[in-house]
């Protein structure tokens, strides 16, 4: 992240403008200020109750809980505090008691808030405004209770229509400019069903509660495809499916006559969000709600435009294929020291030489036998379509090009066969016999040697120009399932951030090399996110 060069007066405005947009799935400043506005010419106690609740709550997370501004800023952690303060608008007409005791009922809120963000998000749901909800069913109760209206003002301010369309013309305002297709979606389809239900009861409802009929669905259709999953392959289809549910739970709600009981609020629209996200496995919406995620499908989308995104892969890769880590040593002779494979041993020592072949050659019959694994298949995926242009990997498995991929460059060699060490000529792995009784010689006289690299063996010096060439060219860098432990790969990843590219390391954990703050991580196998990410973007065969 960069610096941040705004006072903090300024982080304060926008942090409080942010926690507003954040009510109807927007997200920033000036989108929160038109919500604010569109809201003041709708109801000015509303408008008034929300700026109040977002205020207390920023209050709340700053200062009494004193969080970082990196978990504020953005306004999520606001929006629960501007959701009741919306709501409490009635009592706020009222009395001053009442704002003592909205005050209150956001601290009891923030009590829970924060527990109850991380149980959903482990179930790969979005919190969405759960917490809130909690709080005003229990305030409703509470005041009812003690012979209170939680209602008072209702219907005792009906808009104008002028007030009224510039509501409207603020608010789409705002939507649009977060996003147009996902607006004009939300539009159509909550305008039609409103025309619909106008049609069979026939009768004539005031416009403010026509519109305020409509907004949940609205809410719902332009929430998923429009911010939640913005920019997901099949966002609009868990729109419409959320949508249908909403209806449906509105109506079960009225017919129940739960609303006496239990005031519907936001619940219709939380309920249907969730149950659609349940449609996508849990793992992979887990992926989807990550922050991260959202930042490498954004850079990946900006960067593919200009034909630059480079991959490095390492070793990690290649595990869910039953490929062993090689730094590990798994393949290689016990009781026998490292130092005996170097490639200086394989030049003076028959003994380097025998040792070198046997293991190579244990590595050899894995690797042809295995098979590329859902990882391989979306990096595949990614490149037919566009979105990746080159592979640069350390591993030696040929899985990539197993895999379909089009342009792979080995940086240490491949398992695939021998070469010779003095003229260069490629063949064929010969019989085991050929190197286990003598030496393995090619017909020039050189010695024979798996053209995989050895310990302390130069990359070829064309291999590792087109690799710094396919990075000094590249606008996006994502290194996979690498510890960036040798140095060939780490000069790579400097030389890209020299030219401030972004990094995005995929691993199940940190990283060797030193990280920058530009860096970016997405603890995840890869196995399991590549296929998410080929997914979201709607990808031919791969699967949610
Ligand atoms: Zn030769």
């Known amino acids: 992240m960069l610096a941040d060069t705004k006072t903090p007066w300024q982080t304060y405005a926008s942090a409080w403008l942010n926690g507003q947009a954040n009510v109807v799935f927007l997200s920033t400043p000036l989108q929160g200020f038109l919500f604010l506005l569109a809201l003041s010419l709708f109801s000015p106690w509303h408008a008034a109750g929300m700026a109040l609740g977002a205020l207390m709550a920023l209050f709340i997370c700053a200062f ?68 809130s909800l909690l709080t005003l069913w229990a305030a409703i109760y509470v005041t009812s209770y003690f012979g209170g209206d939680f209602w008072s003002l209702r219907m005792r ?40 239900v106008f049609f069979i009861q026939d009768e004539a409802l005031p416009m403010g509660s026509f519109l305020l009929k409509g907004l949940p669905l609205f809410l719902v259709l332009f929430a998923i495809p429009g911010t939640l999953l913005q920019g997901y392959a099949r966002a609009y289809r868990l729109a419409f499916i959320a949508g249908v549910l909403t209806l449906c739970l509105e109506l079960t709600w009225s017919h129940l006559n739960l609303i006496g009981a239990i005031p519907a609020l936001m619940a219709p629209i939380y309920i249907s969000i969730w149950l659609s996200f349940a449609l996508v496995d849990s793992e992979t919406r887990q992926i989807f709600l990550d922050d991260n995620f959202q930042d490498l499908i954004s850079a ?20 869910a294929s039953g490929i062993p880590d090689y730094t590990r040593g798994d393949w290689l002779q016990a009781g026998v020291p490292l130092a005996t494979y170097n490639f200086d041993g394989f030049v003076h020592n028959r003994y380097s030489r025998l040792m070198y ?32 242009r080159t592979v640069i990997t350390q591993n030696v498995d040929g899985l990539h090009q197993k895999a379909g991929f089009d342009s792979t460059l080995e940086l240490h060699g491949t398992i695939d066969h021998v ?8 063949q064929a792995w010969p019989e085991p016999a050929t190197w286990q009784h003598n030496d393995a010689f090619c017909a020039c006289g050189g010695f024979l040697k798996p053209a ?24 996006l860098l994502l290194v996979i399932g690498t510890q960036v432990a040798v140095t060939s790969a780490l000069a790579l990843i400097e030389q890209a951030r020299q030219r401030q590219v972004p ?39 791969t699967h949610t």
């Open 300 to 319: 990946l989308r900006t960067s593919s435009q200009q034909g630059g995104v480079v991959v490095i892969t390492g070793a990690g890769i290649s595990t």
């Open 503 to 541: 990094c995005f390391f995929i691993m199940p954990g940190y990283p060797a090399c030193v990280l920058t703050a530009q860096d970016r991580i997405l603890f995840y196998k890869a196995e399991t996110l590549l296929p998410a990410l080929s997914a979201y973007l709607g990808l031919p065969n």
């Open 419 to 426: 070469h010779c060490l003095l003229c260069g000529a490629s």
């Open 64 to 131: 009494v809980l004193g969080q970082h501004p990196v978990e504020w800023r953005n306004g999520f952690n606001l929006f629960d505090g501007a959701v009741i303060g919306l709501l409490w608008a009635g009592l706020l007409s009222r009395d001053i008691e009442s704002a003592i005791l909205l005050a209150m009922a956001i601290a009891a809120c923030y009590t829970m808030r924060f527990k109850l963000v991380r149980i959903a998000y482990s179930y790969g749901f979005p919190s969405l405004g759960v917490a």
């Open 357 to 388: 072949w046997n293991s190579c050659f244990r590595f050899f019959n894995t690797a042809t036998q295995a098979l590329p694994n859902a990882a391989h298949q979306a990096l595949t995926a990614l490149q037919k379509a566009g979105f990746v």
């Open 157 to 196: 301010t009906e808009p104008g229509t002028l007030s009224l369309s510039l509501a409207g013309l603020s608010l789409m305002g705002a939507m649009f400019i977060h996003d147009k297709r996902a607006t004009a979606f939300a539009l159509a389809g909550s305008g039609l069903s409103l025309a619909l």
């Open 452 to 475: 995989v690299i050895a310990f302390g063996e130069d990359i070829p010096i064309a291999t590792w120009q087109q690799a710094q060439q396919a990075v000094s060219t590249s606008s």
